[in-house]
């Protein structure tokens, strides 16, 4: 297997358990807040730091400015940059040398834009209606279903948000990913066998031109 697969997920659509379901099933490492863990470890900025603006959006001009400093490496502007775009920019690397290691999943995070140029990704979506999404989120931070709802439209806002600032795509739409799966229509054991029904057509297909 040679397949990177990356989870972009609606706040409560079970998309971290089901990447979970997928690694166990095949194997393969999951990386969640362990992306952050690493970038840390490897930029040296405190790990506090990468906690406080995970997942939180800064400007829309990064995209060229990510882009720019990536490709001239961290010795020229690097060290005069804001700590959030240090942070993304650690991020981003610790991301595409984890993708270069091994197969695995990683859940969040633009994962799918920072690898976007990896002849292996698969990058996933993975959605569900706003009720199967509430009643999971109430059960499990056992709220009411209001303040569940609320939790769950916040939590989509940052993320997409931070989506859209830090790529030239967006969080949500189909032309964004491979592959959009309802979890709430397929169920979670569904939404796991549709993924490594879709590493295997991946593997399989002749005809990367397609």
């Known amino acids: 297997?040679?397949?990177?697969?990356?989870?972009?997920?609606?706040?409560?659509?079970?998309?971290?358990?089901?990447?979970?379901?997928?690694?166990?099933?095949?194997?393969?490492?999951?990386?969640?807040?362990?992306?952050?863990?690493?970038?840390?470890?490897?930029?040296?900025?405190?790990?506090?730091?990468?906690?406080?603006?995970?997942?939180?959006?800064?400007?829309?001009?990064?995209?060229?400015l990510v882009m720019d400093t990536y490709s001239l490496g961290y010795s020229t502007a690097y060290s005069d940059m804001p700590i959030n775009y240090k942070i993304f920019l650690a991020q981003f690397d610790a991301i595409k040398k984890m993708a270069a290691e091994e197969p695995c999943i990683l859940v969040g995070r633009c994962a799918d834009y920072a690898l976007a140029d990896n002849e292996n990704l698969l990058s996933v979506y993975i959605h569900a209606s706003i009720e199967a999404r509430t009643k999971r989120i109430a059960r499990i931070y056992n709220l009411t279903e209001g303040k569940a709802k609320e939790m769950i439209h916040k939590t989509d806002k940052k993320r997409a948000s931070y989506y859209n600032y830090y790529t030239n795509k967006k969080w949500g739409a189909a032309e964004s990913y491979h592959a959009c799966l309802n979890s709430?229509?397929?169920?979670?054991?569904?939404?796991?066998d549709a993924i490594k029904y879709l590493i295997d057509a991946k593997e399989n297909c002749k005809d990367k031109s397609l």
């Not at 989870?7 to 358990?17: C, H, N, T, V, Y």
């Not at 840390?40 to 800064?58: N, R, V």
């Not at 397929?186 to 796991?192: D, F, M």
């Open 1 to 64: 297997m040679k397949t990177i697969i990356t989870i972009g997920r609606q706040f409560g659509s079970a998309g971290r358990e089901i990447g979970y379901k997928v690694a166990e099933d095949l194997g393969i490492k999951l990386y969640d807040k362990e992306m952050l863990d690493r970038a840390a470890k490897e930029s040296g900025i405190a790990e506090e730091l990468f906690e406080t603006h995970d997942e939180k959006p800064t400007s829309s001009f990064l995209y060229s």
């Open 184 to 192: 709430s229509a397929l169920g979670i054991n569904g939404t796991v």
